[in-house]
């Protein structure tokens, strides 16, 4: 290009001659391919994916996070009793400490206050979290309520650690609450004639007494049934809720206390008593001496002591005596016998 063509350009410019010709001399910049740009979209938009995908997966409870145990309430509806076995929750502990929490427990946010939740399974992973003080590796799932009480119900089953009483309790309280039969059947994985008889026990038992004998693993359905058979009647029932009021019961196994308790509800009931007419007793000349009672456990001699006060005093005196020689004469009896 002629140095008048650059000068007439710079004037249209408004560049100087030196900066015209600086331009002409820079090296151009390597043309960047339409695959490379291509290339670079789909980085962008597979990061984007991914991230989408994160948020769906965190959404929808795909994803453990950690959660701070203090800021976890139980289920409105427990399946487990609060009394468990402390040696078991101590190495429960111990493996979180030492391995940490291999299972993460499943939650949903509290349905009535917020930043706070509610637990479906893994209750006893989040206490030992609290004691251990550490966070709690969960699962948070947007759970109904038909949702929560199926899902803590079927992880339960599948571990069959439930005792039958934990069970039988916890379909009384669906139902109390509202659930339908169907919905027990699915949170217990059981058909509906085991439903029936569940809720059957835990009816036919008052709760103060379940509560004191605990959830007794070892006892199956067919004690469980015999106890609601045997506490059938007042004084049975009443038996049996003595028992767990004696000292050194609380300090007992669970499977123990329930032994006790079957025990008393199962003794025959005593039938009360009562007197026979009063036989009168009297002397040679027809006189009164006094009156004899008696019934299934007393022979009972009453005396006036008005006008025989004398004779009482004498009779009371003799009555060592009027044993030992009714012992004499029962050994001399049963001697001749032999």
Do not use: C
Request: proline share 5%.
């Amino acid at each position: 290009m002629s140095k008048r063509t650059q000068s007439i350009r710079s004037m249209f410019s408004g560049q100087s001659e030196q900066a015209v010709d600086h331009d002409l001399k820079r090296p151009s910049l390597p043309r960047v391919s339409s695959g490379a740009v291509r290339s670079l979209k789909d980085t962008f938009s597979d990061v984007e994916k991914e991230y989408q995908a994160l948020r769906d997966k965190l959404a929808s409870g795909q994803v453990a996070v950690e959660i701070d145990p203090s800021l976890i309430d139980p289920s409105p509806l427990a399946d487990r009793f609060s009394e468990q076995d402390a040696a078991s929750f101590e190495a429960l502990k111990t493996s979180i400490r030492e391995r940490g929490q291999e299972i993460p427990v499943l939650l949903r946010e509290h349905p009535s206050t917020p930043g706070r939740y509610q637990s479906a399974y893994g209750h006893r992973r989040v206490r030992a979290a609290r004691a251990l003080n550490i966070p709690v590796k969960a699962y948070v799932r947007a759970l109904s309520d038909e949702d929560l009480v199926v899902a803590q119900g079927v992880e339960n089953s599948a571990r069959e650690d439930l005792s039958f009483i934990e069970r039988a309790v916890f379909a009384r309280r669906l139902e109390d609450a509202g659930f339908a039969r169907a919905l027990i059947q699915s949170a217990l994985s059981v058909d509906r004639a085991e439903v029936s008889k569940l809720v059957a026990v835990a009816r036919a038992l008052p709760g103060e007494l379940v509560d004191a004998i605990g959830r007794a693993p070892k006892v199956g359905r067919g004690r469980w049934q015999s106890l609601a058979d045997a506490v059938g009647s007042e004084p049975s029932l009443a038996r049996a809720l003595e028992a767990t009021t004696k000292p050194g019961f609380a300090a007992r196994e669970t499977d123990d206390r329930f032994i006790l308790a079957l025990a008393a509800a199962a003794r025959p009931d005593i039938k009360p008593t009562t007197a026979a007419t009063p036989e009168i007793v009297t002397s040679g000349s027809g006189a009164e001496i006094g009156r004899v009672a008696t019934t299934d456990k007393q022979w009972r001699l009453s005396i006036r002591r008005d006008p025989n006060d004398g004779f009482a005093d004498y009779l009371t005196a003799k009555l060592p005596e009027l044993f030992q020689a009714y012992e004499a004469a029962l050994k001399e009896k049963q001697n001749g016998a032999e």
